[in-house]
């Protein structure tokens, strides 16, 4: 009999009493069994009650996680954007402004850098036969710059390109002035020569060159150093150049650079008799009236002189020129020293001030010429010392850019 049939007897009453004993001990077990399933059941709702709210609180926390992790990025980027932004406009000005900068424009100009003007007047007065043609600046951060410059050649048009990173208080070294001090050497050594009594012919220190120019073809060009018996005042040297007008007009002599007295010692330091063509870099006008030859040119305009007046009136504004030249270089020692560096031993507030007190005494130049026109010069006495610095075979050999 199956448990189905024993529960219907149980049900109609006409069950045994064991049938009966078993029957309801199944049902006990069954109810037994239903009591531990509805346990079961309550303790997963409230599982899953559990588990929601947990979830619940999880997605809360990572909200309030990102919004502050938002927040931390947003205040990082701010503070990295905001040291950039001092280190670029506040500390690196700062930094810079305590050392010499190229690239600055306060001189007068705007149109030039400073280093453009510096090296213009450092040129003028210490690279005979050099002249500046272009200047470029780029600021690196820090006081650091990278300069690069071109020069020009007067006797042959070369271009020759200067390039160098300008570190904070590491100078130049100055040695295109040695350079130049050197190329200039002999010049230096007939002024000693005279300055220790002895006579230049007597110690024959240039009969040699006097024979060499007379063997040279006539269509040379040359560039030498002359030297005067006598010191020339900038008027005596403007008529020096005006006796042999008929020379320099037809290009057979140029004189570049005059050579000036400016101490007790020889020193190589002078001024160019005329503008570079390519540049017009030159300061405030009206502190520095003189610094190039454009403000006596304007004033020539329209007026006739007599050799002799024009000669006055050029020999005072090239005076006036060099002294303005060492007044300029004066008042910028930081731009000397950047540029030419502590090897360069000139002081131009001395130098201007030995100047003022004692004149401007001319002890030779810097002349272009071919033969004839030197041993003209030296037939007339107005030389008694040459020495030959470069020989062209014609004074239209090479670029002509920069010559005239």
């Not at 220790?196 to 040279?216: K, M, P």
């Not at 030859?293 to 329209?302: F, L, P, R, S």
Request: proline share 4%; net charge negative; charged share 20%.
């Amino acid at each position: 009999m199956t448990f189905r049939e024993l529960l219907e007897k149980y049900k109609n009453g006409t069950a045994t009493e064991d049938e009966r004993a078993l029957v309801e001990a199944e049902l006990e077990k069954s109810e037994a069994i239903a009591d531990y399933l509805a346990e079961g059941l309550e303790a997963l709702e409230e599982g899953g009650e559990a588990q929601s709210s947990s979830n619940a609180e999880v997605k809360k926390v990572k909200r309030t996680v990102n919004r502050r992790l938002r927040r931390t990025a947003l205040w990082a980027a701010a503070i990295v954007l905001a040291v950039v932004l001092v280190v670029q406009f506040v500390v690196n000005p700062l930094v810079s402004s305590f050392y010499y900068q190229p690239n600055a424009q306060t001189v007068g100009q705007t149109q030039y850098s400073d280093a453009t003007v510096d090296l213009t007047a450092l040129y003028s007065l210490l690279m005979p036969g050099q002249t500046i043609t272009s200047v470029q600046t780029e600021p690196l951060g820090f006081g650091r710059y990278a300069l690069t410059y071109t020069t020009g050649d007067w006797l042959t048009g070369e271009r020759n390109q200067v390039s160098r990173t300008m570190n904070p208080g590491e100078y130049g070294t100055g040695a295109w002035i040695t350079a130049s001090m050197q190329n200039g050497f002999d010049l230096l050594t007939m002024e000693a020569i005279v300055d220790g009594g002895r006579d230049l012919a007597v110690s024959g220190y240039s009969q040699e060159t006097v024979d060499y120019l007379s063997q040279l073809p006539e269509t040379s060009y040359l560039a030498v150093w002359v030297h005067f018996p006598e010191r020339l005042n900038p008027i005596g040297f403007a008529q020096l150049e005006a006796a042999y007008d008929g020379y320099c007009a037809q290009g057979i002599l140029s004189f570049r650079w005059a050579a000036v007295r400016t101490a007790e010692e020889n020193q190589l330091i002078g001024y160019q008799t005329e503008d570079c063509p390519y540049l017009d870099a030159a300061p405030d006008q009206e502190r520095y009236p003189m610094f190039s030859y454009t403000q006596m040119w304007e004033e020539m305009v329209g007026r006739s002189f007599t050799e002799k007046s024009r000669a006055q009136f050029e020999g005072s504004a090239a005076k006036e020129h060099f002294i303005t030249l060492l007044s300029y270089l004066a008042d910028r020692p930081e731009a000397v020293e950047a540029l030419a560096g502590p090897v360069v031993s000139y002081d131009f507030a001395s130098i201007r001030d030995y100047v003022e007190e004692n004149g401007v005494e001319i002890y030779g130049a810097l002349v272009y010429a071919q033969p004839s026109a030197l041993l003209q010069m030296w037939e007339d006495g107005v030389i008694d010392g040459l020495s030959i610095q470069q020989v062209l075979p014609s004074r239209y050999s090479g670029s002509t850019g920069i010559r005239q």
